[in-house]
């Protein structure tokens, strides 16, 4: 088991954890990171936080180790994540968009999301696609234009 880092924390620093229990507006992350690190500076054992807050050790560990290693933003605020790269460019998203404003196929009614990542493809708009990444895109536009 691996020694747990002292947390000792200044008055400002609990002011500030305080006032974040106190006000609204906050992620509920940030919210419990605060009320881990205020207990674990008073003296409660991890078991004690994962009941009354009902988190994991794990969570108590990291909140713990980037406090101590970077202070209290640091434990507070996650980094932010890079996320997936993009499947499309912008151009391939509108040549995809045009495509689906135009008449289907012969011998369709009309396009399905199937039948856009097979044309896609075909005509060199990209490599591959599945029908899924059409979805998500037409869906994502037909949401910005307020439809």
């Not at 924390?9 to 419990?32: F, H, T, V, Y």
């Not at 605060?34 to 409660?44: C, E, M, N, P, Q």
């Not at 640091?74 to 994540?81: C, T």
Request: proline letters at 4%; hydrophobic letters at 40%; one cysteine or more.
């Amino acid at each position: 088991m691996s020694k747990k880092a002292k947390i000792r924390l200044w008055s400002a620093q609990r002011l500030k954890l305080l006032r974040i229990l106190q006000k609204g507006k906050r992620s509920a992350r940030e919210i419990l990171r605060a009320h881990i690190l205020l207990k674990t500076a008073i003296g409660w054992t991890d078991q004690q936080i994962v009941d009354a807050f009902y988190t994991s050790h794990d969570t108590i560990q990291r909140t713990r180790a980037r406090f101590v290693a970077a202070g209290l933003e640091a434990a507070l605020h996650e980094q932010p994540r890079p996320g997936a790269p993009l499947k499309l460019t912008t151009q391939q998203e509108t040549l995809l968009v045009a495509l689906a404003c135009s008449k289907p196929p012969a011998g369709h009614r009309r396009w399905t999301v199937r039948l856009l990542a097979e044309r896609a493809v075909k005509l060199e708009i990209v490599e591959e696609l599945a029908p899924e990444t059409v979805r998500q895109i037409l869906k994502r536009i037909k949401s910005s234009r307020g439809n």
